[in-house]
């Protein structure tokens, strides 16, 4: 008999229900008295019964949940610019939180660096102010070439860099695509493939 996936998972879930409420009120042994006579035969019968059809229904479990798995191991999936099996998607569904966190810390980086270079840059700049002034403030027809120069000197001697050796930016920007590609597609690309995907029971 075949079945989709999306079957299969439906199934699970009521097999799951009927196995927790199985064992309700089931007795396989009880103690017999002068007052209260057990029939062991009848017992026998209603144990080995209720036994088997528990068993059974574990049976039907552990079948369907063996080739879903077993089906999710093998069957490929692409969701946005990230390939693998259906297993391999379940599991980077979970663990895609370690990417989000890596996002997160790259953006505080990046914020707090361009603050400081900012702030830095400023800094620089009020010191050059300050310098021009004390320097050629008496001497109102100062020459233009010798102000030029005195910037220069001192904007090389004070440069202020960002230093970004990973181009930090560029990859904030991919790994938020790639993060927002799987997280919007997954559940719809899943649900399509376990529409599709027909396991043998």
């Not at 009521?14 to 409420?21: A, G, Q, W």
């Not at 029939?39 to 080995?48: G, H, I, P, Q, V």
């Not at 070439?145 to 990973?166: G, M």
């Amino acid at each position: 008999m075949a079945m989709s996936i999306t079957q299969g998972l439906a199934e699970l879930k009521l097999l799951d229900k009927r196995l927790s409420k199985r064992l309700d009120g089931v007795a396989w042994t009880a103690v017999s008295t002068k007052t209260k006579k057990i029939d062991a035969e009848e017992l026998n019968k209603t144990a080995s019964s209720e036994y088997q059809s528990y068993m059974d229904l574990v049976s039907r479990r552990d079948t369907i949940k063996r080739a879903i798995v077993l089906s999710n191991a093998v069957t490929l999936v692409s969701i946005g610019k990230w390939a693998g099996t259906v297993a391999e998607a379940i599991e980077h569904k979970s663990s895609i939180v370690y990417k989000k966190k890596l996002l997160e810390k790259m953006k505080q980086n990046s914020l707090s660096t361009q603050e400081e270079f900012q702030a830095a840059n400023e800094e620089m700049t009020m010191r050059l102010d300050r310098l021009l002034s004390s320097e050629l403030g008496k001497d109102i027809k100062t020459n233009p070439e010798t102000i030029a120069s005195l910037t220069a000197s001192f904007q090389e001697t004070n440069k202020v860099v960002l230093v970004d050796p990973l181009g930090l930016k560029k990859m904030i920007v991919e790994l938020e695509e790639e993060i927002d590609a799987f997280e919007t597609n997954v559940d719809w690309v899943l649900s399509e493939t376990n529409g599709k995907t027909l396991i043998k029971i």
